[in-house]
């Protein structure tokens, strides 16, 4: 559906440029319309428990955020496929998270969990996603739910 | 309030035993019964994007779960102040974030953020609590609300 | 799956007993293991606007709220079966909301709405669902997420 | 602050004309430049459990939606004190909650209960909002956050 340079840009931005994604080794997977999924790998540093081996609650939300906003992303750049590429990427930086909530469900361990977000709604101002986050053996381990102001 | 080594070893568990507050360097300031107050001093690694060198959202949620997490070990501690301190301690690892919620009021751009979080119910199951993320100036980025599972 | 007893005592319950359930005009239709689903008629008291002729975003979350609490309830009696009547009805009063989250998606206009809510995970002291809001020509016009304390 | 005939308005508009208000007694006390606070009697209708003479968790997630979107209101009714008052009092119908968090604290029994709104945020197309629901005795019984979208 997508040129290949505008995929390859906003995977450049989303798994380098945003930093901290990459402090969390946050990489896509696949990129549809209205839903993007994509993985974590465990590594020790993300921890939320030395003694169990989880991760961290807040992998999983920073996760969860970053998936949402790039469903966002993506389904504006569906709607915008008529703007010059550069254009089309530079709306990322004018996306913003208005609110996020997190249901921690079952304790994540394991060594890669994928995360699924979809578009809900795409307003001209607000868009909302629903989010996933699942095991090894497709548990559902979280679930998230976020508004974002798009511009 | 609290001896000494309870502070300790509250301070080294959850400043460095969980690894990711180590990545997202998030130190504790003040302990109180019913509420704590903390810091995140801003790197390059913790930006959500780099042009604009703002916080990425994922670091604020984490931040402030693992900071209502620890209010409610903190409320936890003075009700078992009658315990070994061994005890106490381990009740840490018993907590489990049911569900959080993150409004995100304001770019967090700067230097240093303080995180503060109290304690609205401490119930015999399940405890509720309140976050807020604060710029150098004050001024209030974001806040937080969640629920944790208490045994 | 239920015994017709139980079925009826836990819409009597649910329709009538629970007065506020009865002011909203929230009836249920079916009553699965891990699912329920139920509707609302549209009456002019329930509007938000008096203009717009729209539902009250009060009555979605009321209803919604209600519908996760109804799923948890009969999540709760497959569990235990081999209790008397009774006994498993007794077990509705005990269910608390902790929390509860609505997004809104489109406004909520029309004769007729339907609400269906699912068991995302029912542990032994918290139980976390997902509900939908759904308008007449089956657009999804708001989602909702909630905790349960189940005892 | 605001001259009598706006404020005659707006509580006729919001205590009458938005119908589910009336149904659960929604009544205005005070209007603040960012806060604003008001009241529910109880009435059995509103029960949520007849055994219990609890509120229904409903009322509260309905009650603290709308004065959410009040204390919105007045705070852009504040920052357009040069427009005429029909046209202030028409930005009402154009407010439209994003989502709603309610977490519920303690049951809410008693005869009256106190509800308060503040605006943490109020920007050009996203308002966020803190609100609380307090019994006779003034124990924090709930409370709320809330986005809407203005325009």
Redesign the interface.
């Known amino acids: 559906m997508f040129e290949p340079k505008f995929v390859a840009g906003l995977k450049t931005m989303f798994e380098e440029?945003?930093?901290?994604?990459?402090?969390?080794g946050l990489r896509i997977d696949a990129l549809e319309a209205d839903s993007v999924s994509g993985h974590i790998d465990m590594r020790?540093?993300?921890?939320?428990?030395?003694?169990?081996q989880r991760l961290?609650?807040?992998?999983i939300?920073?996760?969860l955020?970053?998936m949402g906003g790039l469903a966002v992303m993506v389904a504006i750049g569906v709607r915008h496929l008529d703007e010059p590429l550069a254009q089309r990427l530079q709306r990322f930086?004018k996306l913003?998270?208005?609110?996020?909530?997190?249901?921690?469900?079952?304790?994540a361990i394991g060594e890669r969990f994928e995360l699924r977000a979809n578009v809900?709604?795409l307003g001209s101002?607000?868009a909302?996603t629903?989010m996933e986050f699942i095991g090894a053996d497709g548990k559902?381990l979280a679930?998230g739910?976020a508004?974002y102001?798009v511009?």
């Open positions: 440029k945003v930093a901290f994604n990459q402090v969390i020790p540093e993300l921890f939320g428990h030395y003694a169990h961290h609650g807040g992998v939300s920073a996760g955020d970053a930086g913003g998270t208005i609110d996020l909530r997190v249901d921690y469900l079952r304790p809900l709604r101002r607000v909302t629903h559902l679930t739910a508004a102001i511009s």
